[in-house]
């Protein structure tokens, strides 16, 4: 097993992925990973919904492929490049997430996060029950040599891609992770100095220990 330190740095998203199926054994692996997580009073809310029906994924693709025609694609193109990236790089990265948008239906399993939110609307505390839980997982499927990445996008359409995914009243979903096996390299992520966006004691004063 990989050094979990290594893991993280080079836990690239990985949008491009082969349709070939991924065997059961490793998405049990995954999800047994992702229920390790903490949660908030450890009341186990979550819910994970596999999806392999293509039809189900291509339904959902319809809505995924609008938010980036109408709200991600344009922003991408209009958006300077984040800490840590160069421009070829941030280009190469919009490339992959169009490419993500066109296949999204074709990876080979799906696992959506969900919570069971019951009435109660979902607040801002809440995804602290789940995200963490999609963290493990995504570190799980890393060393298991499988790409994913987290994806949140269906949720600008989020009625009509829950109807299509089937989740009944009192049910959210808060990520989809496509996963499959990955066409390119696993690689450092590109991410800005820690001296930018770490403080100490006072917000701007730059934190002593870096």
């Known amino acids: 097993?990989?050094?979990?330190?290594?893991?993280?740095?080079?836990?690239?998203a990985m949008r491009r992925l082969?349709?070939?199926?991924?065997?059961?054994?490793?998405?049990?692996?995954?999800?047994?990973?992702?229920?390790?997580?903490?949660?908030?009073?450890?009341t186990q809310r979550w819910r994970f919904l596999v999806i392999k029906d293509r039809k189900i994924k291509q339904a959902v693709q319809?809505?995924?492929?609008?938010?980036f025609d109408e709200v991600v694609g344009p922003r991408y193109l209009k958006s300077n490049p984040p800490p840590g990236v160069t421009r070829e790089q941030y280009n190469r990265q919009h490339a992959a997430v169009e490419y993500l948008t066109d296949h999204f239906h074709e990876a080979p399993v799906w696992i959506v996060a969900?919570?069971?939110?019951?009435?109660?609307?979902?607040?801002?505390?809440?995804?602290?029950?789940?995200?963490?839980?999609?963290?493990?997982?995504?570190?799980?499927?890393?060393?298991l040599g499988l790409g994913a990445t987290l994806t949140t996008r269906h949720l600008l359409y989020e009625k009509e891609a829950e109807a299509a995914l089937g989740l009944p009243p009192g049910v959210h979903s808060y990520a989809?992770?496509?996963?499959?096996?990955?066409?390119?390299?696993?690689?450092?992520?590109?991410?800005?100095?820690?001296?930018?966006?770490v403080f100490?004691?006072?917000?701007?004063?730059?934190?002593?220990?870096?």
């Open 1 to 12: 097993m990989p050094d979990l330190f290594e893991t993280m740095q080079n836990m690239r």
């Open 18 to 42: 082969k349709p070939d199926p991924v065997p059961d054994e490793l998405i049990r692996k995954i999800l047994e990973s992702g229920v390790c997580a903490p949660n908030g009073g450890n």
């Open 62 to 67: 319809v809505w995924y492929k609008r938010a």
């Open 114 to 143: 969900c919570l069971e939110d019951g009435a109660a609307a979902p607040t801002r505390s809440s995804g602290a029950s789940i995200y963490p839980a999609v963290q493990n997982m995504l570190l799980a499927a890393r060393a």
């Open 176 to 197: 989809i992770l496509p996963i499959g096996y990955p066409m390119g390299k696993f690689g450092p992520v590109g991410r800005g100095p820690l001296k930018e966006i």
């Open 200 to 210: 100490q004691d006072s917000w701007g004063t730059p934190y002593q220990g870096i």
